[in-house]
């Protein structure tokens, strides 16, 4: 499998320090760790955060051929504060480098020739030039979509949501993002599996997934849902939790696993990282475990 990501590269500050994050990078540093191949399409300030960013991917070994630099406009940043149950809130800052994601002939012969999954969002769509570059992927013949929603901030408005959605086949959001939803597509009486099955419908979705945190995640697919939720832990730090989760369920979607297996998986996985500090784990023998349960040899 060829999986591209798109999108925001940034750094999470937390008081005391700063980690390397955005849900793309997230979900392709799992991505290549799984598959031992992933490519991230981005954009980084020529600066000091910009460097690190290139160091450290090169060091993991993730594809830096498409993270362009950015003379203009610093690397993004985003300022994390983390509730008493570990749960993350990001003041996110604007006019960052991501905003001027380049449209490339390269990029459109990745897309077109070496690509079967695609993931991406909404905040790096908030922008008109990134917005035009992610859009201008979509709708290609043989490519899988991943639309991953991401609400931040108000960094969204309701017709790039409606353009993602007609994109996608599989889709993931948390539980507030699916009453947004709500609000603005499908407004009826509030309903999780109703307003599912009502989106998966208008936009042709294949698998829908809503996350809720420690209490598990839903997987709507042929008219049928599916529930999990883990045993309860303490959870330290669930930032890139839900970038774990997409992580899986991408791949079990891809590999044609069983939905209720896939969403077990997905949320072993996400409690994993939310056993740790930051979005990226470093145990390759957890890597291993969820190579051989998705079959990836």
């Known amino acids: 499998m060829n999986i591209l990501s798109i999108g925001e590269i940034l750094f999470d500050l937390y008081p005391t320090k700063k980690r390397l994050g955005g849900a793309p990078l997230n ?15 981005s954009r980084v300030g020529k600066d000091q955060l910009g460097k690190i960013v290139f160091d450290q991917l090169t060091k993991c070994e993730i594809n830096t051929n498409f993270i362009q630099e950015d003379i203009l406009h610093p690397t993004g940043v985003a300022n994390v504060i983390l509730d008493e149950e570990g749960n993350p809130e990001f003041e996110i800052d604007t006019d960052r480098a991501f905003d001027f994601i380049e449209n490339t002939s390269d990029l459109n012969e990745l897309i077109s020739t070496e690509t079967d999954c695609l993931y991406f ?10 917005r035009n570059t992610i859009q201008s992927l979509f ?3 043989g490519v899988k979509y991943f639309f991953d929603l991401n609400l931040r901030n108000s960094f969204y408005d309701e017709e790039t949501i409606i353009k993602s959605l007609h994109t996608a086949d599989v889709i993931k959001v948390n539980y507030k993002e699916m009453t947004e939803l709500n609000d603005m597509i499908t407004q009826i009486n509030y309903n999780t599996e109703k307003v599912a099955f009502e989106l998966m419908e208008q936009f042709n979705i294949s698998l829908f997934a809503v996350t809720r945190g420690k209490d598990g995640a839903t997987l709507f697919e042929n008219g049928k849902r599916y529930d999990y939720a883990n045993q309860s832990v303490k959870i330290l730090d669930s930032t890139g939790a839900g970038d774990a989760f997409s992580a899986i369920l991408s791949l079990g979607f891809m590999q044609g696993i ?5 969403n077990k998986l997905a949320n072993d996985f996400a409690l994993e990282v939310c056993m740790i500090e930051g979005a990226l784990l470093k145990d390759e023998m957890i890597y291993e475990k969820f190579r051989n349960e998705l079959g990836l040899y």
């Open 121 to 130: 969002g909404t905040l790096a769509q908030r922008s008109e030039i990134s």
């Open 27 to 41: 979900y392709i540093y799992h991505i290549n760790k799984l598959l031992g191949s992933g490519t991230i399409v």
């Open 258 to 262: 069983e939905t209720f297996r896939i």
């Open 139 to 141: 709708g290609k013949n």
